[in-house]
């Protein structure tokens, strides 16, 4: 059975600071992955997605890798600032699930960002 | 602009009623999802839809209902057999390749 962990559960660190979240997966026979970004009281809003066949995709000063074999991906976030400060949440689509394209969640890291 | 509509953005039901929350998207996306949120507890699937006219039950339907008449539409209704409503809803529709995009939420009390 799939299940994805995020740890640290949460994260402070000062403004500037580059940091890494990661979240790992049970089993490695995944479709794709993807990070999000959920602010207090909203919706998620989708960071980048990750097919099994990439490495890492790029966006701005995000970065997510994936590594299939060790079951991990991690989000990289460059020169952070105070807007970064929300729960970021990772989600992984198993292969083998037929085509009903459900997600497998992790908890989140909550990571704040301090002037 | 495109993007996922719901509302209300806050609801409050009474002990013994059905509530319908709306889902709307003009993202010309097949696939729709009901999602449930609570404190300290990862996002659980509650009903999907993949095609007009079709959906399935996720982890966790004891207590709702859904139909999907329009590609653009997914209303969710929590009836009075969901012992524990009180929650965050959240819709999502996704992309051929499983790219999931997520609503803004409906907040759920019950008095």
């Known amino acids: 059975k799939q299940e994805v962990t995020q740890i640290p559960a949460a994260l402070s660190v000062p403004e500037g600071e580059n940091l890494v979240l990661n979240c790992s997966f049970t089993?490695?026979?995944?479709?794709?992955l993807q990070w999000f970004r959920q602010d207090p009281g909203k919706g998620l809003t989708s960071l980048l997605l990750?097919?099994?066949s990439q490495r890492e995709q790029t966006s701005g000063r995000l970065n997510a890798s994936l590594d299939k074999s060790s079951g991990r991906s991690t989000l990289y976030i460059a020169a952070s600032q105070p807007g970064d400060s929300a729960t970021y949440l990772c989600?992984?689509?198993?292969?083998?699930?037929?085509?009903?394209?459900?997600?497998?969640w992790g908890l989140g890291t909550s990571l704040a960002v301090n002037p | 602009d495109g993007g996922i509509t719901q509302s209300p953005k806050y609801l409050f039901r009474k002990e013994g009623q059905n509530v319908t929350l709306s889902c709307e998207q003009n993202?010309?996306?097949?696939?729709m999802y009901w999602y449930r949120q609570d404190p300290g507890q990862g996002l659980r699937l509650i009903y999907y839809?993949?095609?007009?006219?079709?959906?399935q039950k996720g982890d966790i339907a004891e207590g709702y209902s859904v139909s999907r008449e329009k590609k653009e539409s997914f209303p969710l209704t929590v009836t009075s057999a969901q012992k524990n409503p009180t929650a965050f809803y959240l819709c999502?529709?996704?992309?051929?390749?499983?790219?999931?995009?997520f609503g803004p939420g409906t907040r759920l009390t019950v008095l």
């Open positions: 839809s993949q095609i007009v006219n079709d959906f």
């Open positions: 999502a529709s996704s992309t051929n390749t499983n790219e999931q995009f």
């Open positions: 989600a992984v689509r198993p292969l083998g699930a037929g085509n009903n394209r459900k997600l497998i």
């Open positions: 990750i097919q099994s």
């Open positions: 993202l010309n996306h097949d696939a």
């Open positions: 089993d490695s026979a995944i479709y794709n």
